[in-house]
């Protein structure tokens, strides 16, 4: 496969899990394609591991944050040290195949409109009895009333049945690329959000600037999924729940936000509650009545 080949900066974010970062370190190493830079921004973990990065993995550019600025702080300290003209940002539980990055740079060469477009996302072999699991091949949009939206794709195994490249409502946090101009034009990450829908307001900050929001499945990333929250933390429902709100508030007309708050306060709040109640998951509601309340005060945390 000829492509050009300018320089790619890999950004990929660190919290408390360096033996899986460096994992992905690995996998890197293994890939053809050289002309990148990796950057590693260690997101105020408890241990700096600038020597042990120094010593074992040179060739990485090792940034630490003394406090933990969120997904999207930690990645936006990556982009300002960075020099590439692309930008690839992989989860630390994340491993890069063979062809990844040429075949998104391939599609960036053919579009001349792409903004960002994120590779194909299985779930690691090694967790599901060697089998091809797919965890991401496009979303649909988040829907204005309920606020949810579809992953495409998702706990499908991998039969082929999504191998063309195209357009897609956001692309997926743990893996995604976009060119340098792109971040010019709109802005670095929106960090209000500290973790979770980030990418999907910078998807929708990006379409809106003019750009193509795409997913390229001929490209392959495995995730080791939710290393570092924990799928059933307390953490994880209070940002959910948070910017899911504060996503609708930045997103959608006033019309499509009363519908929203309707369906909220009529539905998903009744709802939610009854199931923490029923699980005592005492915690849950809190976490859960939290991220509704920062939405009400002022978006303070």
């Known amino acids: 496969m000829k492509v050009d080949q300018p320089l790619v900066s890999i950004i990929s974010v660190n919290f408390n899990q360096i ?3 460096l994992e992905l370190l690995d996998s890197l190493r293994k890939i053809s394609f050289r002309d990148f830079e990796i950057m590693l921004v260690d997101n105020g973990s408890s241990e700096n591991s600038t020597q042990l990065i120094s010593e074992k993995y ?19 300290l990556g982009i300002r040290a960075s020099n590439g003209e692309y930008l690839f ?26 903004g960002i477009v994120s590779p194909q996302i299985c779930y690691d072999p090694k967790l599901t009895n060697n089998q091809q699991i797919i965890q991401y091949a496009g979303a649909t949009h988040v829907h204005s009333m ?31 690329m976009i060119k340098r101009e792109v971040i010019d034009n709109v802005g670095v990450m929106p960090e209000e959000f500290f973790l979770y829908y980030e990418e ?29 929250v924990g799928k059933d ?29 309707l369906f909220l306060f009529c539905f998903t709040i009744p709802k939610n509650t009854l199931v923490f109640l029923k699980n005592r998951e005492w915690g849950h509601i809190s976490a859960f009545y939290k991220g509704i309340w920062w939405n009400l005060v002022g978006n303070k945390s």
């Open 146 to 176: 309920t606020a949810r939206n579809e992953i495409l794709g998702e706990k499908q195994i991998d039969k082929g049945q999504f191998n063309i490249a195209k357009e897609t409502a956001y692309v997926h946090g743990a893996a995604m």
């Open 233 to 261: 933390s307390t953490l994880k429902t209070y940002y959910h729940t948070r910017n899911r709100i504060f996503f609708v508030r930045r997103n959608r007309s006033w019309s499509q936000l009363l519908i929203f708050y």
């Open 58 to 76: 040179p060739e990485v550019n090792y940034i630490f944050s003394k406090e933990n600025l969120g997904f999207s702080g930690g990645n936006n």
């Open 89 to 114: 940002f992989v989860n630390n539980d994340a491993e890069v195949t063979e062809g990844c990055i040429e075949t998104l740079l391939q599609l960036f060469n053919s579009l001349s409109q792409l």
């Open 200 to 228: 999907l307001d910078w998807s929708e900050q990006i379409r809106n600037a003019g750009y193509k929001v795409y997913v390229e499945p001929n490209a392959l990333v495995y995730h080791k999924e939710s290393l570092t």
């Open 19 to 21: 033996q899986v970062t």
